[in-house]
């Protein structure tokens, strides 16, 4: 059987981590595993519990470590034979330990995007809440102005997405983030990426991934 692969990609909100995260899993056959998504959709409505955690995910806030672990390692344990991707996850430097005693990750990516960018992206974002579905007016409108292309409900734009929250949130996010891609650097799996167009970076991620698929391949092939 193939070696399986494992690997993350880390980068600031709007840095294009769901966009090229799909490409990766489209081209590749990598489950895709999004710590938004299943934070979205694991977290009942009606709740007290539930009411704390929608606020933190709509202020972009950091949602504690024990509720991510807790939603994200058991979808990992169901994709044991899979290959996978993890976007979002690990965010902070106590979720990438406890990944880390479970997995050997092959490979993380990281994406830097200057501010001028993630802040124009983020101001042009908009959302399916129900899904996590994303477009941008520019990048990848809905086929419908204002509506989802599946289901035709209405799209919306987070309050933490315009320019006044961004600044904070991506503060907090670099602060975090950094013990997190110093492991990831010592491990020697941290390949980072810088630009401004996701268009002009996937190239690049994309012959990594095939270089590394390729190599991972051969070696299972001359395992005895
Ligand atoms: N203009 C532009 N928008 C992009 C590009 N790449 C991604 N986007 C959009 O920027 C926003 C953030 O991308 P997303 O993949 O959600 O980033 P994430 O928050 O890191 O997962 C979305 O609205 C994307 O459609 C790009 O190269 N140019
Ligand atoms: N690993 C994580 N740790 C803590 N909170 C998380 C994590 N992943 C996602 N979240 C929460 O879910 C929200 C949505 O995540 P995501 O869809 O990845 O959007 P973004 O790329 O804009 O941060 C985040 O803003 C945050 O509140």
């Known amino acids: 059987m193939a070696k399986l692969f494992r690997a993350a990609i880390l980068g600031p909100p709007g840095s294009g981590k769901g966009t090229i995260s799909k490409r990766i899993a489209q081209s590749f056959g990598l489950q895709y595993v999004s710590s938004g998504d299943y934070l979205r959709a694991g977290i009942p409505a009606n709740t007290e519990a539930g009411v704390q955690m929608k606020t933190y995910i709509e202020r972009g806030l950091s949602v504690p470590d024990h509720v991510v672990t807790g939603l994200v390692l058991p979808k990992l344990e169901q994709l044991s034979s899979h290959s996978w991707l993890l976007d979002g996850f690990p965010r902070t430097l106590a979720q990438a330990l406890v990944l880390n005693n479970l997995y050997q990750l092959d490979l993380v990516i ?108 051969s070696d299972a092939h001359q395992t005895p």
């Open 110 to 217: 990281s994406l830097n995007i200057p501010y001028e960018t993630l802040k124009d992206r983020l101001s042009d974002r908009w959302i399916h809440p129900a899904s996590g579905r994303v477009y941008n007016m520019s990048f990848n409108p809905p086929r419908v102005q204002g509506k989802d292309d599946i289901t035709g409900e209405p799209l919306i734009q987070h309050d933490d997405d315009k320019p006044e929250a961004l600044m904070s949130r991506l503060r907090q996010y670099k602060e975090v983030a950094k013990p997190v891609i110093d492991l990831y650097k010592t491990q020697g799996i941290l390949h980072s990426f810088s630009g401004t167009e996701t268009n002009k970076i996937w190239p690049y991620i994309n012959s990594l991934l095939s270089t590394k698929l390729n190599r991972q391949l």
